[in-house]
């Protein structure tokens, strides 16, 4: 496995303002993921990262409203702008290790956001 | 389209008894399909694999593909097994999942 970090753990931010959050992880990965748990929701895959080249979105999430990097293997963070109390959701981190069975994914602690 | 179905979002089983989390899957290709679970306060862990058919904390899940059904057993749940479960279906070779909407599974002493 590996270990999966992610910051910050929480937030509480106003509408209208922009987080980025961070995600680490201290192996070798393949493939980087973001997903969205709105309450009470199963998780929702976000965007692929790709590292060196633009995320790719999936069908209702737009590069402007959740703009991510990923400039090296290990590394990469996902913001959420111009945010609204609808984005209050935990946001996660999802990795496939490089060298481990194929497709199966590790997840971080993933970061709980309210916005109010 | 693909799509992960469990169709109860809350399971309650006495200790010692039996229990099986419902997962459907539709997909069009060759499914490959996972279990997770998450316990109080800790992150979302694959509990399991179809592929690796193997047996995990006593837990086992068969793929049916004529019922397009992957469910999850378990003969003798423990109080320690209360968590929440997500059947996932990988959609591509690209590693994206689709999650099923999750069971609240409680064993009661």
């Known amino acids: 496995s590996a270990v999966i970090s992610q910051k910050p753990s929480r937030d509480i931010c106003q509408r209208g303002t922009s987080l980025t959050i961070q995600c680490q992880v201290d192996?070798?990965?393949?493939?980087m993921f973001w997903y969205r748990q709105q309450p009470g929701q199963s998780l929702t895959l976000i965007a692929t990262a790709n590292q060196g080249s633009e995320a790719t979105y999936e069908s209702g999430f737009v590069i402007d409203k959740f703009p991510i990097s990923r400039p090296n293997l290990t590394f990469s963070t996902l913001t959420v702008s111009n945010m609204s109390p609808e984005d209050s959701s935990i946001y996660l981190c999802?990795?496939?290790?490089?060298?481990?069975?194929?497709?199966?994914?590790?997840f971080g602690p993933g970061t709980r956001l309210t916005v109010t | 389209a693909q799509r992960v179905t469990q169709p109860e979002k809350l399971l309650s089983v006495f200790k010692g008894a039996p229990v099986e989390l419902k997962c459907n899957y539709s997909?069009?290709?060759?499914?490959?399909l996972f279990w997770y679970v998450q316990y109080s306060r800790q992150r979302l862990q694959l509990l399991l694999r179809h592929i690796s058919r193997e047996s995990i904390k006593g837990f086992t899940a068969d793929l049916n593909k004529g019922e397009t059904s992957f469910h999850l057993k378990k003969p003798f749940a423990q109080e320690e097994d209360s968590a929440m479960y997500y059947c996932?279906?990988?959609?591509?070779?690209?590693?994206?999942?689709?999650f099923g909407q999750g069971t609240i599974l409680t064993v009661h002493p």
């Open positions: 999802s990795v496939v290790i490089a060298g481990v069975a194929s497709h199966e994914q590790y």
């Open positions: 997909y069009s290709g060759s499914p490959e």
């Open positions: 996932a279906l990988l959609r591509t070779s690209y590693g994206k999942l689709t």
């Open positions: 192996s070798q990965v393949t493939m």
